[in-house]
T-cell receptor, first 112, second 114 residues
Framework: TQLLEQSPQFLSIQEGENLTVYCNSSSVFSSLQWYRQEPGEGPVLLVTVVTGGEVKKLKRLTFQFGDARKDSSLHITAAQPGDTGLYLCAGSLTGTASKLTFGTGTRLQVTL | NAGVTQTPKFQVLKTGQSMTLQCAQDMNHEYMSWYRQDPGMGLRLIHYSVGAGITDQGEVPNGYNVSRSTTEDFPLRLLSAAPSQTSVYFC?????????????FGPGTRLTVT
């Protein structure tokens, strides 16, 4: 059983469209992170959220941590081909801050 | 500042062979981890270390050994390779940042076991 479920698994959209990726769990996390991974490379951290209800913006990317700290979302406005990649959420369970549990990933393709 | 480095980048092993995947970091991070990435399963934690001389098992430790004699290095040993260990392996380091242990990943080692 996967602790963190991401949806959708795959997303293919055209440039300029908006999209939302979801990361859900039945467990409470002390913090949650989002990473982006490009082919042949390791994941790169985008953002960390730690407070329930927290919203963080990174240019066209908006990240939200659920009030109960069990879920998170990533919204991309006006997607660009450079946004193409694998998006991974990862959470730290309370009391195990040094161990991350990763979601299954959402593969995004943005075409012209 | 090279960050996290991994060698080799690619490796092919025969079933039963052993090998060591190397990982080094130059950021003086206390935490280091090994993950494997398989299609549709995200990253799964194999072993991790919270400091030199201290290691612990992650989610999928069977068939792998680790040791941490220095802060910089965290090698992963495959004792007797099996086809089920065909995967992409990532090493990561982290520190207790302002809010969470944000991970810095190496470029990965793609391992095929035949």
């Amino acid at each position: 059983t996967q602790l963190l479920e991401q949806s959708p698994q795959f997303l293919s959209i055209q440039e300029g469209e908006n999209l939302t990726v979801y990361c859900n769990s039945s467990s409470v996390f002390s913090s949650l992170q989002w990473y982006r991974q490009e082919p042949g490379e390791g994941p790169v951290l985008l953002v960390t959220v730690v407070t329930g209800g927290e919203v963080k913006k990174l240019k066209r990317l908006t990240f939200q941590f659920g009030d109960a700290r069990k879920d998170s979302s990533l919204h991309i406005t006006a997607a660009q081909p450079g946004d193409t990649g694998l998006y991974l959420c990862a959470g730290s369970l309370t009391g195990t801050a040094s161990k991350l549990t990763f979601g299954t990933g959402t593969r995004l393709q943005v075409t012209l | 500042n090279a960050g996290v480095t991994q060698t080799p980048k690619f490796q092919v092993l025969k079933t039963g062979q052993s090998m060591t995947l190397q990982c080094a970091q130059d950021m003086n991070h206390e935490y280091m981890s090994w993950y494997r990435q398989d299609p549709g399963m995200g990253l799964r934690l194999i072993h991790y270390s919270v400091g030199a001389g201290i290691t612990d098992q992650g989610e999928v430790p069977n068939g792998y050994n680790v040791s941490r004699s220095t802060t910089e290095d965290f090698p992963l040993r495959l004792l007797s390779a099996a086809p089920s260990q065909t995967s992409v392996y990532f090493c990561a380091s982290s520190y207790s940042g302002a809010s969470a242990y944000e991970q810095y990943f190496g470029p990965g080692t793609r391992l095929t076991v035949t």
